[in-house]
């Protein structure tokens, strides 16, 4: 309901019950998060994690924290420990690869675009990842290419691959390709 710190004096007490359940230390990190106190989420995620250490979604936090702190090399880590642990599940992948493309780690990020993409069965937004990074790494034909496999499966993915690089939209082949999917849906 928005009050962070009645969530947490709540969890806090629950905590105090029952100090074998990382869950409560995890939902405190996450009222912090919403506040976007990094530093007080971390401490929380690692009294979870001392009960439970891989547990994905604690790692997931504590790598979206550190991103959030630019602490790159920790979040890739952490990150790392949930692709490690639920390859087939799209977040902890989508967050390794933001991560490894804001840390500049273009070779990495292109190489774990293409796991990710077999390891999800193929799910086309890896596509748009892969093309993203190509585009940042100067292969514009087969950016394209990648580009064009994506919004061959599912054209609506085009939103998070803008995100990644809003200047995309500079290039006109770009344009041109989202432009001709638009085409194809309001006819």
């Not at 009645?6 to 912090?32: E, G, M, P, V, W």
């Not at 690869?97 to 890896?126: H, S, V």
């Amino acid at each position: 309901m928005g009050n962070y710190a009645q969530a947490r004096f709540n969890y806090s007490k629950a905590s105090h019950l029952n100090s074998d359940d990382s869950q409560l230390n995890y939902k405190i990190a996450c009222t912090y998060m919403n506040e976007a106190n990094w530093e007080s989420a971390v401490k929380n995620l690692e009294i979870a994690m001392r009960i439970h250490r891989l547990q994905p979604e604690y790692n997931l936090a504590m790598g979206q924290c550190y991103m959030e702190m630019d602490k790159l090399d920790d979040a890739i880590t952490y990150f790392g420990n949930v692709v490690r642990v639920r390859p087939k599940n799209m977040n902890g992948w989508l967050e390794l690869l933001k991560c490894l493309y804001k840390a500049e780690m273009l070779e990495e990020a292109l190489e774990y675009a293409g796991f990710a993409f077999e390891q999800t069965d193929g799910k086309p937004i890896f596509l748009f990842y892969k093309s993203a990074v190509l585009y940042v790494m100067g292969k514009s034909k087969e950016a394209l290419l990648n580009l064009e496999a994506g919004m061959n499966r599912n054209p609506k993915l085009v939103k998070k691959f803008i995100e990644i690089n809003p200047s995309i939209l500079q290039v006109q082949q770009v344009v041109d390709i989202i432009a001709r999917y638009k085409k194809k849906k309001s006819l």
